[in-house]
T-cell receptor, first 118, second 113 residues
């Protein structure tokens, strides 16, 4: 149980285009999902907290107009990188928090999406 | 504020020998602590979790960790390393209330044949 999927696993796009990444909790409901960015050989950096039915909460320094987050259902959150540039190239990982009692703070991670902007 | 410190950025062990990955935490309350493993170009997999129950926590793949409040430590151990254990390991503390994760900087485990 507690499986999180991401799609696509890898995407290459041209500079100036927008890219959408989906994060789904497959076998549980997740009112809260998190989006992270990971640079090579570094730890994960939290970008934003996605809350079902409300606006996302962005970490300091993260441009909310560039990284659009939508959490339209209890099992789906999307991250759209708008007007992507080469410096947005990175590994993006989502996680979902299982709402079941006793497991409320455990996050389950998706497999990640490798974005390359040419 | 909570924080975690992973004391070693790289650890090398021979196959079949014990593994010790060190983590110290800072928290003003009884924390929730986690160990995750990340294989190259993959997401993070939960190894184990401490939530103020038993201080010795057993996880998957033979890993375990012991919560020591007096030492503010949560070290990860495994009696015998396998080649498949080679990966990046993250120690994590959960922020009470927001449920945000605070990550350590990671420890890269290398297993030598």
């Amino acid at each position: 149980g507690a499986v999180v999927s991401q799609h696509p696993s890898r995407v290459i796009c041209k500079s100036g285009t927008s890219v959408k990444i989906e994060c789904r909790s497959l076998d549980f409901q997740a009112t809260t999902m998190f989006w992270y960015r990971q640079f090579p050989k570094q730890s994960l950096m939290l970008m934003a907290t996605s809350n079902e039915g409300s606006k996302a909460t962005y970490e300091q320094g993260v441009e909310k107009d560039k990284f659009l987050i939508n959490h339209a259902s209890l099992t789906l959150s999307t991250l759209t990188v708008t007007s992507a540039h080469p410096e947005d190239s990175s590994f993006y990982i989502c996680s979902a928090r299982d709402q079941l009692a006793g497991r409320t703070d455990t996050q389950y991670f998706g497999p990640g999406t490798r974005l390359t902007v040419l | 504020a909570q924080s975690v410190t992973q004391l070693d950025s790289h650890v090398s062990v021979s196959e079949g020998t014990p593994v010790l990955l060190r983590c110290n935490y800072s928290s003003s309350y009884s924390p929730s602590l986690f160990w995750y493993v990340q294989h190259p170009n993959k997401g993070l997999q939960l190894l184990l979790k401490y939530t103020s129950a038993a201080t010795l926590v057993k996880g998957i793949n033979g890993f375990e960790a012991e919560f020591k409040k007096s030492e503010t430590s949560f070290h990860l151990t495994k009696p015998s390393a396998h080649m498949s254990d080679a990966a990046e390991y993250f120690c994590v503390v959960s922020d009470e209330g927001t449920y945000k994760y605070i990550f350590g900087t990671g420890t890269r485990l290398k297993v030598l044949a």
